[in-house]
């Protein structure tokens, strides 16, 4: 009998989802846009996301994911059967698949729980966990079951993963509550501070995406809309780079120490081998220029961004449901 078996990277800007033996078949943001009312879903991933911040006052588009974790249960409930049933659709059905599902390696018992119960309740007939830092490692290409140590920096959305890796297993590992997402709302916040101009989360991600950078030698200006914090009024300003770069950088920081507090917990035998193999950074995050070097900087290591870093834990689930990969243990 058919049994369809499907990884799930359950993140807080966006939704990748694994078909055994088809690759990675949906790429989607966490967003998804409902009525109140009524509850009816409206629109869900890229649609759902042009309306964050344009919708009625009976109308809500919300990411029901914070910080890695279910934030609203029913919500993210919704959203994963929505992309489960696109992924595969009429493939699925009326079989049940089983699961395999990336949780935080900092989340907690009643957090695992939310996210398990979301996908039983979203069709999965079994399901199963693992960390984002074994994902990732995975989907990066690092040998995680050799007696040698890998080190991981996975900055998502919501969180920051970092994990030491050996013999199929996480010796260490840490979840800092910072990611993408904090880069956002730093820029909403030097904005306001500096220009007394309140503007919203997509203003914010193309001031990130224009200015995305970490290096304070960068130059020019951008243009940007919202309300004016005094007057209540539609009002414009010109951001500098220089500006941008310091907002991002408290950021940074935060998810360098995040970094420094795991590596100062790494056995000696195995720092030997980050010392020598340095560190791989995967997540939509890492992206950032200037981050990697940063990272390098603080540490004293060599850090080697990820040939596709926001498809990393996505890849890593779908060779451990290829059998390509043998874990010790799930979650």
Do not use: W
């Amino acid at each position: 009998m058919f049994s369809a078996e499907i990884g799930v990277d359950l993140g807080t800007a966006n939704v990748f989802i694994y078909l055994k033996g088809e690759g990675i078949v949906l790429r989607e943001p966490s967003v998804i846009a409902y009525h109140q009312g009524t509850n009816r879903v409206l629109a869900v991933g890229r649609e759902a996301q042009q309306m964050i911040g344009r919708t009625p006052a009976d109308v809500v588009a919300v990411q029901p994911l914070r910080a890695g974790v279910v934030a609203d249960y029913q919500v993210a409930q919704i959203m994963l059967q929505h992309f489960i049933r696109r992924a595969a659709p009429g493939r699925l059905r009326p079989f049940r698949p089983r699961v395999l599902l990336c949780v935080p390696s900092a989340s907690t018992d009643v957090e695992r729980r939310a996210v398990v119960e979301a996908a039983r309740e979203a069709g999965a007939k079994e399901v199963q966990l693992v960390s984002e830092p074994m994902a990732a490692a995975i989907g990066a290409g690092l040998d995680v079951v050799s007696p040698r140590g890998s080190m991981v920096v996975d900055v998502g959305g919501g969180t920051t993963d970092i994990g030491v890796i050996s013999l199929g297993d996480e010796v260490t590992s840490h979840s800092a509550r910072v990611g993408g997402n904090d880069f956002d709302e730093s820029i909403v916040r030097c904005v306001r501070r500096a220009y007394n101009l309140i503007i919203g989360e997509r203003m914010a991600e193309e001031v990130k995406v224009a200015f995305g950078s970490l290096n304070s030698d960068v130059s020019g200006t951008m243009e940007v809309r919202g309300r004016d914090v005094v007057t209540g009024l539609p009002k414009a300003a010109h951001i500098s780079a220089r500006d941008v770069s310091a907002a991002l950088a408290e950021i940074a920081v935060m998810m360098v120490d995040a970094v420094r507090q795991v590596l100062e917990r790494v056995p000696p035998e195995l720092a030997a081998d980050i010392s020598e193999d340095g560190i791989a950074l995967t997540g939509g995050g890492a992206q950032l220029g200037g981050l990697r070097e940063l990272l390098a900087k603080e540490t004293g290591l060599r850090v080697n961004l990820v040939e596709d870093p926001c498809s990393s834990v996505a890849l890593g689930m779908g060779m451990i449901l290829e059998g390509k990969v043998k874990l010790n243990r799930f979650l």
